[in-house]
């Protein structure tokens, strides 16, 4: 995909960070506040999408490519099983091995394995979102070079 | 709590005149952005009602989703032929419209009224949620009292991007040559 | 009456409206629509059921606050004026499978059109031969 022009370049590349640190912020405070792993997830993958729209999709894949994204995506998977199976040292699946804070002050390692959830269902989230539409937009990107008319200068 | 209802109405009203025309414009550019506006209507109507945690999730989701649906729609032609009627279709469809319509009137008698759901969360919920240490109620119930719903849905999720990597996957293979 | 039921019944049309997309139309675009739209219409059902009228002032969010303390009257007052936390933890599900499965119908829809030329279902399901 040929990308867009140099002001879009600039200004992503300025924004991406703050973009990435919003969607890292909901993720972490999600059981302080409205949010939660689902929202930060999307919100992130959304951002990645910016970049991909931006910069094409052949300048990305150089970078972070497509086995990257299946790689963080399986990671995310298993770090959820991996919080519910520790569970069995203090009893049941999905049991809290962790102590809670019983006096909910909003500090950040209340809540037991809460935050370890929120934090693999994000990463799961984000880089599954991320991955599909990469591939999605290669996938337009052979198909356009395959056919091979002019359909306008629209990416 | 009648401005509440008023906003409510008119979001709604808003709502049902977007998916409207979503589904009855030929454009299909033009039906994709009232989808999004269908999406930001609902994203109000969840803040108007005091659900924050949806309106945030829905917006984004709702963002994600629209420009999905713009990347195919745009620059690819589109030669269908206009919907025929005839009147057996016409009578099925408006059978079908009627029964519906019949059954939920008949079975919204016996729902709860608007504004007084019966469920209370259960009394044990609320006792353990003080206990639970998450502030967030919402997110006590997804990640605590119902972390098995959370992981089926993690479950149909990656099913789901696993049928979009194998759908996708010969993508570099010319299929014209 | 009306009061009570006319939000679920304009639920009920919304979804009336995506199921006639889905069984009329003959572009696969404004099926994957249709799909979309009751999508939305069930989701707001299931928050509206949720809806509580506050008791006083407008409503919010079911988020405990430090001076709440260990009171179960307070926690009772903050979920009397809130939507009930259960409804609202299956939406935010229900909201993040939808885009997964939208993302898989336009993948599809991107693969027939790459096949057929054509996004119209009649040609697609024509018998060859």
């Not at chain 3, 639920?11 to 009336?16: M, N, P």
């Not at chain 3, 935010?92 to 499965?101: A, N, P």
């Amino acid at each position: 995909m040929r990308g867009m022009t140099p002001i879009v370049k600039t200004i992503t590349a300025l924004l991406i960070g703050f973009i990435m640190l919003f969607g890292f912020y909901i993720i972490l405070t999600g059981h302080l506040s409205p949010g939660g792993g689902f929202a930060g997830g999307v919100i992130c993958a959304a951002g990645l999408l910016l970049v991909v729209l931006a910069f094409g999709a052949d300048t990305v894949k150089e970078r972070m490519g497509h086995n990257m994204a299946v790689l963080w995506e399986g990671l995310g998977a298993i770090g959820f099983l991996a919080v519910a199976l520790l569970g069995f040292i203090t009893g049941t699946f999905f049991a809290h091995f962790l102590p809670q804070d019983v006096g909910f002050s909003f500090k950040l390692f209340t809540g037991g394995s809460i935050l370890y959830q929120n934090l693999a269902i994000g990463l799961k989230v984000g880089a599954g979102l991320f991955g599909a539409f990469l591939m999605l937009a290669a996938f337009r990107e052979a198909e356009r070079g395959g056919r091979g008319n002019g359909e306008g200068d629209r990416s | 709590m009648s401005e509440t209802l008023t906003l409510l109405y008119g979001v709604m009203a808003f709502m049902l005149i977007a998916a409207i025309v979503a589904v009855e414009t030929r454009d299909l550019l033009s039906s994709v952005l009232c989808l999004g506006a269908l999406g930001f209507g609902l994203a109000l109507v969840d803040l108007i009602v005091g659900a924050p945690d949806l309106a945030l999730t829905q917006v984004v989701v709702e963002i994600f989703a629209v420009v999905l649906l713009i990347r195919t729609v745009v620059a690819r032609e589109d030669t269908t032929k206009e919907f025929i009627r005839d009147t057996p279709h016409v009578a099925a469809m408006g059978a079908v419209i009627m029964a519906i319509l019949l059954g939920a009137y008949i079975c919204f008698q016996q729902l709860t009224p608007f504004g007084d759901p019966p469920m209370i969360m259960g009394a044990s919920y609320m006792r353990a949620a003080q206990q639970a240490g998450a502030t967030n109620l919402v997110t006590a119930v997804l990640l605590d009292f119902r972390a098995y719903d959370t992981l089926g849905e993690a479950t149909v999720i990656f099913a789901a991007i696993m049928g979009c990597y194998a759908l996708l996957r010969t993508s570099g293979k010319k299929e014209h040559s | 009456m009306t009061h009570t039921v006319l939000p679920f019944v304009l639920c009920v049309v919304l979804f009336i409206i995506g199921l006639y997309a889905i069984a009329v139309k003959k572009n696969l675009i404004k099926v994957i629509i249709g799909i979309i739209v009751m999508h939305n219409a069930v989701n707001m059902f299931l928050v509206l059921i949720g809806f509580r009228v506050p008791a006083s002032g407008p409503a919010i969010a079911p988020i405990m606050t430090p001076e709440m303390g260990h009171r179960d009257e307070a926690v009772r007052a903050l979920l009397s004026h809130s939507v009930d936390p259960v409804p609202q933890a299956l939406v935010l599900t229900s909201i993040v499978i939808g885009l997964s499965v939208v993302a898989l119908m336009v993948v599809m829809a991107l693969r027939l059109h790459q096949k057929y030329g054509t996004f119209d279902l009649t040609q697609i399901t024509r018998l060859k031969g």
